[in-house]
Protein backbone atom coordinates (compact mmCIF):
# COMPACT_ATOMS: atom_id res chain seq x y z
CA UNK A 1 0.00 0.00 0.00
CA UNK A 2 2.73 2.68 0.94
CA UNK A 3 4.54 1.85 -2.54
CA UNK A 4 1.26 2.34 -4.95
CA UNK A 5 0.95 5.60 -2.84
CA UNK A 6 3.80 6.98 -3.40
CA UNK A 7 3.99 5.77 -7.51
CA UNK A 8 0.68 7.45 -7.54
CA UNK A 9 1.68 10.90 -7.64
CA UNK A 10 4.36 10.14 -9.55
CA UNK A 11 2.15 8.44 -12.20
CA UNK A 12 -0.33 11.21 -12.18
CA UNK A 13 2.59 13.92 -12.59
CA UNK A 14 3.86 11.95 -15.53
CA UNK A 15 0.78 11.80 -17.42
CA UNK A 16 0.58 15.66 -17.08
CA UNK A 17 3.70 16.05 -18.42
CA UNK A 18 3.43 14.28 -21.43
CA UNK A 19 -0.09 15.67 -22.27
CA UNK A 20 1.46 19.15 -22.81
CA UNK A 21 1.94 18.90 -26.26
CA UNK A 22 4.62 22.18 -25.30
CA UNK A 23 6.67 20.31 -23.12
CA UNK A 24 6.70 17.00 -25.25
CA UNK A 25 7.69 18.45 -28.69
CA UNK A 26 10.42 20.26 -27.19
CA UNK A 27 11.72 17.69 -25.37
CA UNK A 28 11.75 15.30 -27.87
CA UNK A 29 13.58 17.86 -30.50
CA UNK A 30 16.07 18.46 -27.46
CA UNK A 31 16.28 14.79 -26.73
CA UNK A 32 17.38 14.13 -30.75
CA UNK A 33 20.18 17.34 -29.90
CA UNK A 34 21.96 15.60 -27.39
CA UNK A 35 21.47 12.33 -28.53
CA UNK A 36 23.23 13.66 -31.84
CA UNK A 37 25.99 15.45 -30.18
CA UNK A 38 26.62 12.47 -27.87
CA UNK A 39 26.87 9.96 -30.53
CA UNK A 40 28.95 12.43 -33.10
CA UNK A 41 31.86 10.12 -33.21
CA UNK A 42 29.01 7.26 -34.45
CA UNK A 43 26.80 9.79 -36.71
CA UNK A 44 29.26 12.06 -38.19
CA UNK A 45 30.79 10.95 -41.47
CA UNK A 46 34.18 12.97 -41.35
CA UNK A 47 36.29 14.50 -38.57
CA UNK A 48 34.89 18.13 -38.39
CA UNK A 49 38.63 19.90 -38.97
CA UNK A 50 39.32 17.33 -41.64
CA UNK A 51 40.20 19.45 -44.78
CA UNK A 52 39.85 18.67 -48.40
CA UNK A 53 40.37 21.77 -50.43
CA UNK A 54 39.16 19.55 -53.87
CA UNK A 55 35.82 19.01 -52.16
CA UNK A 56 35.54 23.32 -51.04
CA UNK A 57 31.88 24.90 -51.17
CA UNK A 58 30.08 21.68 -52.74
CA UNK A 59 26.57 22.02 -52.52
CA UNK A 60 24.47 19.12 -50.39
CA UNK A 61 24.48 15.94 -51.98
CA UNK A 62 24.51 12.10 -50.72
CA UNK A 63 27.97 12.40 -50.07
CA UNK A 64 27.89 15.54 -47.87
CA UNK A 65 24.50 15.93 -46.74
CA UNK A 66 24.94 19.47 -45.59
CA UNK A 67 27.29 20.63 -47.76
CA UNK A 68 31.24 21.47 -47.37
CA UNK A 69 32.90 24.75 -46.67
CA UNK A 70 35.54 27.55 -48.06
CA UNK A 71 37.80 24.18 -46.80
CA UNK A 72 35.99 21.37 -47.92
CA UNK A 73 35.28 20.71 -44.15
CA UNK A 74 32.10 18.68 -43.95
CA UNK A 75 29.15 20.99 -42.80
CA UNK A 76 27.09 17.72 -41.13
CA UNK A 77 30.07 16.44 -39.09
CA UNK A 78 31.08 20.20 -38.06
CA UNK A 79 27.27 20.77 -37.11
CA UNK A 80 26.85 17.77 -34.88
CA UNK A 81 30.56 18.49 -32.90
CA UNK A 82 29.49 22.38 -32.93
CA UNK A 83 26.42 21.04 -30.79
CA UNK A 84 28.51 19.37 -28.00
CA UNK A 85 30.42 22.84 -27.42
CA UNK A 86 27.30 24.54 -27.67
CA UNK A 87 25.16 22.10 -24.67
CA UNK A 88 28.87 21.86 -22.29
CA UNK A 89 28.68 26.03 -22.36
CA UNK A 90 25.16 26.31 -21.89
CA UNK A 91 25.01 23.21 -19.09
CA UNK A 92 28.51 25.31 -17.28
CA UNK A 93 26.40 28.54 -17.60
CA UNK A 94 22.65 26.98 -15.75
CA UNK A 95 25.03 25.49 -13.08
CA UNK A 96 26.89 28.25 -12.34
CA UNK A 97 24.02 31.08 -12.48
CA UNK A 98 21.66 28.50 -10.58
CA UNK A 99 24.19 28.79 -7.62
CA UNK A 100 25.15 32.64 -7.36
CA UNK A 101 21.47 33.20 -8.33
CA UNK A 102 20.01 31.09 -5.70
CA UNK A 103 22.51 32.18 -2.80
CA UNK A 104 21.96 36.14 -3.85
CA UNK A 105 18.27 35.31 -4.23
CA UNK A 106 17.97 33.29 -0.93
CA UNK A 107 19.80 35.71 0.90
CA UNK A 108 18.40 38.64 -0.40
CA UNK A 109 14.93 36.97 -0.09
CA UNK A 110 15.58 35.51 3.88
CA UNK A 111 17.60 38.43 5.27
CA UNK A 112 16.02 41.40 5.60
CA UNK A 113 19.64 43.49 6.31
CA UNK A 114 21.24 41.93 3.16
CA UNK A 115 18.07 42.76 0.94
CA UNK A 116 19.17 46.34 -0.15
CA UNK A 117 22.78 45.72 -0.81
CA UNK A 118 21.74 42.18 -3.43
CA UNK A 119 18.84 44.15 -5.03
CA UNK A 120 21.15 47.28 -5.94
CA UNK A 121 23.96 44.89 -6.95
CA UNK A 122 21.31 42.95 -9.17
CA UNK A 123 20.19 46.32 -10.61
CA UNK A 124 23.23 46.88 -11.65
CA UNK A 125 24.25 43.83 -13.15
CA UNK A 126 21.06 43.99 -15.42
CA UNK A 127 20.76 47.14 -16.47
CA UNK A 128 24.06 46.01 -19.05
CA UNK A 129 22.14 44.39 -22.17
CA UNK A 130 23.20 40.67 -21.21
CA UNK A 131 25.79 40.34 -24.22
CA UNK A 132 27.47 43.36 -23.77
CA UNK A 133 28.09 42.49 -19.81
CA UNK A 134 28.88 39.25 -21.35
CA UNK A 135 31.67 40.31 -23.82
CA UNK A 136 32.69 42.59 -21.14
CA UNK A 137 34.14 40.03 -18.69
CA UNK A 138 34.92 37.25 -21.65
CA UNK A 139 37.71 40.28 -22.53
CA UNK A 140 38.20 40.78 -18.59
CA UNK A 141 39.15 37.14 -18.27
CA UNK A 142 40.36 36.14 -21.77
CA UNK A 143 38.81 34.49 -24.91
CA UNK A 144 38.23 30.70 -23.73
CA UNK A 145 35.65 27.85 -23.24
CA UNK A 146 36.49 28.54 -19.59
CA UNK A 147 36.11 32.36 -19.25
CA UNK A 148 32.89 31.81 -21.77
CA UNK A 149 30.87 29.74 -19.10
CA UNK A 150 31.97 31.96 -16.26
CA UNK A 151 31.36 35.61 -17.90
CA UNK A 152 27.74 34.05 -19.06
CA UNK A 153 27.15 32.05 -15.72
CA UNK A 154 27.86 35.66 -14.01
CA UNK A 155 25.81 37.71 -16.79
CA UNK A 156 22.42 35.15 -16.17
CA UNK A 157 22.39 34.81 -12.49
CA UNK A 158 20.83 37.89 -11.59
CA UNK A 159 17.91 36.54 -13.78
CA UNK A 160 17.56 33.59 -11.55
CA UNK A 161 18.65 35.41 -8.62
CA UNK A 162 15.46 38.03 -8.83
CA UNK A 163 13.02 34.77 -9.41
CA UNK A 164 14.81 33.18 -6.29
CA UNK A 165 14.43 36.21 -3.74
CA UNK A 166 10.43 37.11 -5.02
CA UNK A 167 9.63 33.57 -3.83
CA UNK A 168 11.82 33.68 -0.93
CA UNK A 169 9.99 37.04 -0.19
CA UNK A 170 6.87 34.90 0.24
CA UNK A 171 7.80 32.03 1.52
CA UNK A 172 9.12 33.65 4.68
CA UNK A 173 6.31 35.21 5.76
CA UNK A 174 4.32 31.61 5.55
CA UNK A 175 3.04 30.59 8.98
CA UNK A 176 4.98 27.26 8.37
CA UNK A 177 8.33 28.86 7.94
CA UNK A 178 7.38 31.23 11.48
CA UNK A 179 6.73 27.72 13.31
CA UNK A 180 9.76 26.62 12.42
CA UNK A 181 11.62 29.61 13.31
CA UNK A 182 9.44 29.76 16.45
CA UNK A 183 10.42 26.29 17.40
CA UNK A 184 14.27 27.22 17.41
CA UNK A 185 15.19 25.66 14.55
CA UNK A 186 18.72 26.39 12.96
CA UNK A 187 18.79 28.94 10.29
CA UNK A 188 20.59 26.84 7.38
CA UNK A 189 17.49 23.67 8.49
CA UNK A 190 14.86 26.60 7.59
CA UNK A 191 15.97 27.74 4.47
CA UNK A 192 17.03 23.95 3.36
CA UNK A 193 13.99 22.07 4.37
CA UNK A 194 11.54 24.29 4.06
CA UNK A 195 12.62 27.20 1.60
CA UNK A 196 15.10 25.78 -0.66
CA UNK A 197 12.66 22.53 -1.43
CA UNK A 198 9.61 25.14 -2.52
CA UNK A 199 12.02 26.80 -4.86
CA UNK A 200 12.84 23.88 -6.79
CA UNK A 201 9.92 24.75 -9.44
CA UNK A 202 10.58 28.13 -10.01
CA UNK A 203 14.40 27.42 -10.22
CA UNK A 204 13.70 24.17 -12.40
CA UNK A 205 11.31 26.47 -14.89
CA UNK A 206 13.99 29.28 -15.11
CA UNK A 207 16.97 26.93 -15.46
CA UNK A 208 15.59 26.39 -18.97
CA UNK A 209 14.89 29.89 -20.41
CA UNK A 210 18.59 30.58 -18.67
CA UNK A 211 19.87 27.32 -21.12
CA UNK A 212 17.88 28.73 -24.20
CA UNK A 213 19.75 32.02 -23.49
CA UNK A 214 23.10 31.02 -22.94
CA UNK A 215 23.02 28.28 -26.03
CA UNK A 216 22.19 31.74 -28.04
CA UNK A 217 24.39 33.93 -26.08
CA UNK A 218 27.94 31.54 -26.74
CA UNK A 219 26.73 31.51 -30.73
CA UNK A 220 26.72 35.12 -31.00
CA UNK A 221 29.76 35.46 -28.58
CA UNK A 222 31.39 33.08 -31.35
CA UNK A 223 30.38 34.91 -34.27
CA UNK A 224 31.63 37.86 -32.92
CA UNK A 225 34.79 36.18 -32.64
CA UNK A 226 35.07 36.75 -28.81
CA UNK A 227 33.87 33.28 -27.77
CA UNK A 228 36.04 29.79 -27.76
CA UNK A 229 38.87 29.02 -30.09
CA UNK A 230 38.38 29.30 -33.67
CA UNK A 231 39.64 25.46 -34.13
CA UNK A 232 36.76 24.22 -32.30
CA UNK A 233 33.62 24.14 -34.22
CA UNK A 234 30.79 25.91 -32.97
CA UNK A 235 27.26 26.92 -34.88
CA UNK A 236 28.68 30.57 -34.53
CA UNK A 237 32.27 30.43 -35.61
CA UNK A 238 29.93 28.74 -38.79
CA UNK A 239 27.69 31.24 -39.21
CA UNK A 240 30.32 33.97 -39.12
CA UNK A 241 32.86 32.05 -41.78
CA UNK A 242 29.76 30.92 -43.89
CA UNK A 243 28.67 35.02 -43.86
CA UNK A 244 31.52 35.79 -46.65
CA UNK A 245 29.80 32.84 -49.04
CA UNK A 246 26.54 33.44 -48.19
CA UNK A 247 25.08 34.53 -51.81
CA UNK A 248 27.58 31.78 -53.27
CA UNK A 249 26.92 29.08 -51.09
CA UNK A 250 23.94 29.60 -48.64
CA UNK A 251 24.22 26.08 -46.57
CA UNK A 252 27.21 27.50 -44.71
CA UNK A 253 24.67 29.44 -43.17
CA UNK A 254 21.56 27.71 -43.17
CA UNK A 255 22.29 24.53 -41.57
CA UNK A 256 23.67 26.23 -38.31
CA UNK A 257 21.55 28.96 -38.09
CA UNK A 258 18.52 26.14 -38.21
CA UNK A 259 20.43 24.06 -35.58
CA UNK A 260 20.52 27.14 -33.20
CA UNK A 261 16.84 27.78 -33.95
CA UNK A 262 15.69 24.66 -33.39
CA UNK A 263 17.65 23.99 -30.04
CA UNK A 264 16.58 27.12 -28.42
CA UNK A 265 12.55 27.09 -29.67
CA UNK A 266 12.63 23.04 -28.02
CA UNK A 267 14.22 24.98 -24.67
CA UNK A 268 11.86 27.56 -25.15
CA UNK A 269 8.85 25.02 -25.34
CA UNK A 270 9.85 22.86 -22.99
CA UNK A 271 10.42 26.30 -19.85
CA UNK A 272 6.83 27.51 -21.60
CA UNK A 273 5.62 24.28 -20.57
CA UNK A 274 6.81 23.29 -17.30
CA UNK A 275 5.48 27.23 -16.22
CA UNK A 276 2.41 26.17 -17.25
CA UNK A 277 2.71 22.98 -15.57
CA UNK A 278 3.85 24.22 -12.49
CA UNK A 279 1.11 27.44 -12.27
CA UNK A 280 -1.54 26.27 -14.22
CA UNK A 281 -3.41 29.64 -13.55
CA UNK A 282 -0.31 30.87 -16.55
CA UNK A 283 -1.86 28.59 -18.78
CA UNK A 284 -5.81 29.41 -17.75
CA UNK A 285 -4.56 32.73 -18.71
CA UNK A 286 -2.64 33.01 -21.71
Known amino acids: MIAASTTMPVVAGLRRLFRNRAILLGAIVLALVVLAAILAPLIAPYAPNKLSIVNKLKGPSLTHLFGTDEFGRDIFSRAIYAGRISLLVSLGVVFISTVLGVIMGV ?3 YFRQLDAPISRLLDAMMSFPDILLAIALVAALGPSLAT ?4 LGITYAP ?6 RGSTLVLRELPYIEAAVAMGLPTWQVLM ?35 VSSDMPTWGTMLASGREFMNNAPWLMIFPGLAIVLSVLSLQLLGDGLRDLVDPRLAKES
Open 148 to 151: VIIA
Open 107 to 109: AAG
Open 159 to 164: RLARIV
Open 193 to 227: RHVLLNLASPILVQATFVFASAMLAEASLSFLGVG
